[in-house]
């Protein structure tokens, strides 16, 4: 789950990150007032749940109250990379000397929690990494220590940071650690750190994404999910307990159990196909839940064909067969469908869709090739 930048900063803010004084804002009129009461110049920053904001115009400074409220109606309503702008951070502007970098990820190599420093900031940090890589100071954190303030320090000083700064940077890089040790985070990164010109540290942006397997611990954090913001399909997902991920390609796919997605996703691709989504429709699927995840697959217009592999354990094949004729039912589709069916009560089940003239498959690899023929107009059966 990502957080939007002002939900990141206040994050950071408690763990002791300098952050600006902000409000968030749904209209011209409010950005207005809360231009009015800071008494200074703003910055009006659109919260979307992508990167770039400023390079596509979603980041304004303003000096008056006026132009707050102009810049503003600029910003909302706004698409920024296909989300539209529906809330707006005002922050105090600061006045920038200096953007760097400074980052906390999980590195699966060390599996351990990478610091990044960078004096380039402002910037992507990829763009930094594949242009100039020399310029990413790193220092990997031992669990039980947590990040030990030489270590800060060996940022500070990789990046060349002024040495009058480098107490308030060990700081800072330490609040972050533990921001994003105390929430479960991913990934927690400040984009850019800036040295204002009264030679001030200021985290200006933030970004976290939390681990979803965590959020159980953080009650207040989940709360602060932006449905709105979501592709509507990953909600509804959510709602019935599948893993989806939407993809590129054509064939829609329906799953029971990640290792077998992703195998099917393999075998498609082998024989030619595209796959338009990753969908684990998890142990003991009911037929309430395969109607909703079928009618997540077919709501994408992409779909030109939709593969069902269910290798029946605790997933009954017959209860999976009757939810397919349930969404057929509640879902008007032309869409041609393959479906393999093993183990527990296959007979059965292939009994149930042959009668609803569904094609199916015993082998994996028969499943996937009728499915890239269907997906390319041919007749399959
Ligand atoms: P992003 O483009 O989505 O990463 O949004 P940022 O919050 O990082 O803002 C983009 C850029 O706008 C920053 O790198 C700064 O150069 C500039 N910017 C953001 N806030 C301020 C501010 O308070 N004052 C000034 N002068 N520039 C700012
Ligand atoms: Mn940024």
Redesign the pocket.
């Given at each position: 789950m990502k957080l939007q930048?002002y939900q990141s900063k206040r994050e950071f803010a408690k763990y002791g990150v300098p952050i600006?004084r902000g409000e968030v804002a749904t209209t011209p009129e409010e950005v207005r007032a809360i231009a009015q009461s800071f008494g200074k110049p703003v910055?009006v920053?659109a919260q979307v749940l992508?990167?770039?904001?400023?390079?596509?115009g979603?980041?304004k400074?303003a000096r008056t109250p006026d132009e707050a409220e102009e810049v503003a109606r600029q910003i909302l309503g706004m698409k920024i990379k296909g989300l539209t702008v529906k809330k707006v951070l005002v922050?105090?502007?600061?006045?920038?000397k200096n953007?760097i970098y400074l980052g906390a990820v999980v590195d699966r190599n060390s599996q351990r929690v990478v610091m990044m420093a960078s004096s380039e900031?402002?910037?992507e940090i990829e763009e930094v990494a594949r242009v100039s890589p020399e310029k990413i100071i790193k220092v990997t954190v031992n669990p039980f220590l947590g990040l030990l303030g030489f270590q800060a320090r060996q940022l500070a000083f990789g990046i060349g940071l002024d040495k009058s700064l480098v107490g308030q940077f060990t700081k800072i890089a330490q609040g972050l650690y533990n921001a994003f040790i105390g929430s479960d985070a991913s990934l927690a990164e400040i984009?850019?750190l800036?040295v204002t010109g009264e030679g001030k540290l200021l985290a200006?942006?933030g970004k976290m994404v939390l681990d979803d397997n965590g959020l159980f611990r953080h009650p207040d954090l989940a709360e602060m999910r932006d449905v709105e913001e979501e592709s509507p399909y990953e909600v509804e997902a959510r709602k019935y307990g599948l893993s989806y991920v939407q993809l590129d390609g054509t064939i829609g796919c329906m799953v029971n159990g990640a290792g077998l997605a992703m195998a099917t996703m393999d075998v498609i691709k082998l024989f030619g196909g595209e796959p338009a989504n990753f969908l684990d429709i998890g142990g003991g699927a009911q037929a309430d839940k395969v109607a909703a995840a079928l009618r997540i697959i077919l709501s994408e217009e992409k779909v030109n064909a939709v593969l069902v592999n269910i290798f029946g354990g605790i997933t009954r094949a017959d209860e999976v067969a009757k939810g397919i004729l349930q969404a057929l039912k509640e879902v008007d589709t032309d869409v041609p469908m393959v479906a393999r069916l093993v183990g527990t009560n296959e007979e059965e089940g292939r009994k149930i869709l042959a009668e609803a003239n569904m094609a199916t498959a015993t082998s994996l690899a028969e499943a996937a090739k009728k499915a890239v023929a269907l997906s390319k107009g041919e007749s399959v059966n």
């Open positions: 930048e600006p910055v920053k992508v990167g770039g904001r400023g390079k596509a979603g980041v400074l922050d105090e502007a600061a006045d920038i953007e900031g402002g910037v984009n850019p800036v200006v942006d």
